[in-house]
């Protein structure tokens, strides 16, 4: 028998989570349109494989920064709002201030170029069974 899942978020996260989603929803039809998020398809290849060989080139290195939860590529976000630019996307369990981390437990602004975007995500957890 399956368990069924409740959500443990706050009203306020809730409405934060619909917010975002709401901004995403207006940003890909928008991009679309505009052929921002499209454009050649060669071009948008070769940016897709640069960008997945610097995340495998880097991924190990970034996973070992206190905090740091996951990483993958992804779109850069800017005050919760998609920006369009491609980045490497580092999930970290909590953002704390740059003056309460080392010098070694802070994260670079870009990697061969490709800028990085840090994104709190809170404890991950496997679901139960």
Known sequence: MKKELHPSWSKQEQLEGERMRQMWEEFFPAAQQTGEASGPLLSKLADEQRLSTV???????????????????????????????????????????????????????????VPIDVVEVGKIEPLPL
Request: glycine fraction near 8%; aromatic fraction near 2%; include cysteine.
């Open 55 to 113: 995340l495998a080139r880097h991924q190990a290195a970034l996973m070992s920064y206190p905090n740091v939860v996951g990483v993958a590529d992804g779109i850069k976000t800017k005050r919760g709002e998609p920006t369009g630019e491609r980045c490497l996307v580092v999930l970290v369990k909590r953002k704390l201030p740059k003056s309460k981390l080392r010098k070694t437990e802070i994260l670079p602004r870009e990697i061969e170029g």
